[in-house]
């Protein structure tokens, strides 16, 4: 069965650092880009960053470009996400998504993991 | 990078046709066809409908379909059922290498 699973989020003061992690099973995991895709409470979805297969390519969007890096191990079949400088506005539910290509559709998404920024 | 215009919301009786509109710029649906959809129910994660403009994923109804005139995209579903209750997002390709979601309509089935 192919299965995204999402972990590391919880309450974090801003400023803070936290880092998200996501295991993927049931699908040859280095031939798909990945991304994360955030989805604020009450709000819309809103793309985050996204990764190739090969980890060589990156793509991050602007309201969090310099605070959050995505990273990928095809040895382990995990997906990162490292984010520092956590603002009240980075509070959401952070989904990892497999794509079909790169940033192009995503055809499994994992539950997702509530990030809480509060002091 | 604006979302992308959806309306706020549509409605529909069961039995019914209704169509979703998600209106871009010549950056991102105007110009590429890598627009996609997802159907998102309350608490869960969201569930990709239609991909590349009008192609629909294995196991999706063929009630839904997709379509794209100029810079604007669009989801028609027709013959409308309760379970199709939902929150409904678009989203495309830039041409800055990013993607960009509308900011997505509840569609209530009357």
């Known amino acids: 069965e192919v299965q995204l699973l999402e972990s590391g989020g919880g309450l974090v003061q801003p400023g803070g650092s936290l880092r998200l992690s996501c295991a993927a099973s049931g699908f040859t995991f280095s031939t798909y880009g990945m991304s994360w895709v955030r989805q604020a409470p009450g709000k819309g979805l809103e793309w985050v960053s996204c990764?190739?297969?090969?980890?060589?390519?990156?793509y991050h969007a602007d309201s969090v470009k310099g605070r959050f890096t995505i990273s990928r191990d095809n040895s382990r079949n995990m997906l990162y996400l490292q984010m520092n400088s956590l603002r009240a506005e980075d509070t959401a539910v952070y989904y990892c998504?497999?794509?079909?290509?790169?940033?192009?559709?995503?055809?499994?998404w994992g539950q997702g993991t509530m990030v809480t920024v509060s002091s | 990078q604006s979302a992308l215009t959806q309306p706020a919301s549509v409605s529909g009786s069961p039995g019914q046709s209704i169509t979703i509109s998600c209106t871009g710029t010549s950056s991102d649906v105007g110009s590429y066809n890598l627009v996609s959809w997802y159907q998102q129910h309350p608490g869960k994660a969201p569930k990709l409908m239609i991909y590349?403009?009008?192609k629909r994923p294995s196991g999706v109804s063929n009630r839904f379909s997709g379509s794209k005139s100029g810079n604007t995209a669009s989801l028609t579903i027709s013959g409308l059922q309760a379970e199709d209750e939902a929150h409904y997002y678009c989203s495309s390709y830039t041409s800055s290498s990013t993607l960009v979601f509308g900011g997505g309509t509840k569609l209530t089935a009357l």
């Open positions: 998504a497999k794509d079909r290509s790169v940033l192009s559709s995503f055809d499994i």
């Open positions: 590349e403009v009008s």
């Open positions: 990764i190739s297969g090969s980890g060589g390519s990156t």
